[in-house]
């Protein structure tokens, strides 16, 4: 069975930092390529981020652009979100989602996590 | 980027009833590289429909999803109660892959 667990959410500062990590499991991770998305209460889901199977290829969301950092540890089947600069508007629950077909990138979201809840305030 | 608007916002509908929701995008998406996802509070989104019209492991046949290039639709022919929920599409053609904003499908 798949599973996506994240964690590393919590309270921040407007300015500060924050890692969120995804431990993956059953299935071999180095296969498949990942995705952060997030969803701001009240609000619809916003893809953010996304890393092809080998680590190579990243790409980020606009609003995300040069604060959000995206990387893995295949030796650990780990995903991680590093982010900094954080706004307000960065308020959200952050899913792990795995995409299917060939570690690319270029395909859907078959297997998501339950979030993890990060919220920027003072 | 390809922006993609669904509509309508809500649907209000009794189970039983047939829905129809509506996914149109800005530009034409390559390959038909659309998907839906169906998300309950507090719970994982969960993949429908993949390809424009490929059902995912496990959809049931009343589930369905068709059309191509900027319009798209997701059919739930007979509503079960299981099926109310926020339905959302997504591109995965061209970077960034983008959702629309939602449709809310509502007990009447």
């Known amino acids: 069975e798949v599973q996506l667990l994240e964690s590393g959410g919590g309270l921040v500062q407007p300015g500060g930092s924050l890692r969120l990590s995804c431990a993956a499991s059953g299935f071999t991770f180095t296969n498949y390529a990942l995705a952060w998305v997030r969803q701001a209460p009240g609000k619809g889901l916003e893809w953010v981020s996304l890393?092809?199977?080998?680590?190579?290829?990243?790409d980020y969301g606009d609003s995300v652009k040069g604060r959000f950092i995206i990387f893995r540890d295949n030796s650990k089947n780990t995903l991680s979100l590093q982010m900094d600069s954080l706004r307000a508007d960065d308020t959200a629950v952050y899913f792990c989602?795995?995409?299917?077909?060939?570690?690319?990138?270029?395909?859907?979201?078959?297997?998501w996590g339950q979030g993890t809840l990060v919220t920027v305030s003072s | 980027e390809i922006v993609l608007t669904q509509s309508p916002g809500t649907l209000s509908l009794s189970p039983g009833e047939r829905a129809t929701l509506s996914c149109r995008a800005s530009?034409?998406?390559?390959?038909?590289?659309l998907a839906w996802y169906q998300h309950k509070p507090g719970q994982a989104p969960r993949l429908l429909i993949y390809?424009?019209?490929n059902r995912a492991t496990g959809i049931p046949v009343r589930i369905s999803g068709s059309g191509s290039g900027t319009d798209f639709a997701l059919t739930i022919s007979r509503l079960e109660p299981e099926d109310f929920a926020v339905y959302y599409c997504q591109q995965y053609g061209r970077a960034p892959h983008t959702f629309g904003g939602g449709t809310k499908v509502e007990i009447k």
């Open positions: 530009q034409s998406v390559p390959s038909n590289w």
């Open positions: 989602a795995r995409h299917g077909g060939n570690g690319a990138g270029w395909d859907y979201l078959d297997n």
């Open positions: 390809g424009a019209y």
């Open positions: 890393i092809d199977n080998s680590g190579a290829y990243t």
